[in-house]
C-alpha cells in the first residue's frame, strides 16, 4: 500500500486560541492516538494533506514529528461546514505486526454478459472495510464482473481473501446486474392488468372460448 510523508510540528498549547491562530496560518491541528505516547497533539499544513484527502486512493502515512517518524492511518476528519477547509484529524499509529481497519476502494474488471444484452449495472459497495497488516492490505479491491447475467448478484464471499478479513456480511451485495426499465416497466403493466380483470370475468371469458370451440367441433 502506499505511504505519503507528512512533517509536522508537536503542539505544545492545544488550547482554542492556539488552536485558532494555528488555522489562521494554514495549518492542520491533528492528534495521533496509539502507541507508547498515547496522545500525541501535533499540527501540519493543510496543502501537505491534500494528495491524502482528495484522492480516491487510499495510503498510510509517515509522519516525521522532529527527527521521530511514526506509521500512521487517518482515523477521522473534520470540514468546515461552508468553506470545506480542514478543521481537524485524527490518527492512529500502527506497528508493522499489528493488524489494522481500513476502507479500500473496491475496482470492477470486465463487462457483464448481462450488460451486452441490454441489462444495468448497479454498485451497491463502492469501498470495503478490510482488516490486515499493512503489508498484506491491496490498494483496491479487485472483482471479476464479466460472468455477471441480468438477475446476477456479486457477493461479499467473493471478493474473499487470506492476507485479509472482509468486515462485511457474506451476502451483502458489491455490484449487480438488473433487467432493463423498460422490460420491467412492460412486466408491471401486465401485472396491473391483470390484476384490473375480476376473476369472474376471466372465468366467464375462458366459458365461452370453451363453448365456442365445442359448437365448431
Known amino acids: 500500500m502506499k505511504s505519503i510523508t507528512i512533517n509536522g510540528s508537536k503542539r505544545e498549547s492545544v488550547g482554542k486560541k492556539a488552536t485558532r491562530a494555528l488555522r489562521d496560518a494554514g495549518q492542520v491541528p491533528c492528534v495521533l492516538y496509539g502507541g507508547h505516547d498515547n496522545v500525541i497533539h501535533f499540527s501540519a499544513s493543510e496543502i501537505d494533506f491534500e494528495p491524502l484527502v482528495y484522492t480516491s486512493d487510499v ?10 517518524t511514526i506509521n500512521a492511518v487517518l482515523q477521522d476528519i473534520q470540514f468546515h461546514p461552508v468553506t470545506d477547509s480542514i478543521l481537524h484529524m485524527d490518527f492512529y499509529q500502527f506497528d508493522d505486526e499489528e493488524p489494522i481497519t481500513m ?46 447475467e441480468i438477475g446476477d448478484n456479486l457477493y461479499v464471499t ?58 365448431e367441433n
Open 103 to 148: 476502507t479500500i476502494p473496491v475496482q470492477t474488471v470486465g463487462q457483464p454478459i448481462g450488460v451486452k444484452s441490454g441489462g444495468l449495472f448497479l454498485t451497491n459497495l463502492r469501498r470495503m472495510d478490510v482488516r490486515g497488516l499493512v503489508s498484506d492490505l491491496p490498494d483496491y479491491i479487485e472483482v471479476d464482473i464479466s460472468k455477471l
Open 158 to 215: 467473493e471478493a474473499a481473501s487470506d492476507k485479509y478479513e472482509i468486515l462485511h456480511d457474506d451476502d451483502e451485495v458489491i455490484c449487480m446486474v438488473n433487467a432493463p426499465r423498460d422490460l420491467e416497466a412492460l412486466e408491471a403493466d401486465v401485472e396491473e392488468e391483470d390484476a384490473e380483470v375480476p376473476a369472474t370475468e376471466q372465468t366467464e371469458e375462458a366459458e365461452e372460448t370453451e363453448e365456442a370451440s365445442e359448437e
Open 59 to 68: 495510503h498510510t502515512v509517515k509522519l516525521k514529528l522532529g527527527e521521530k
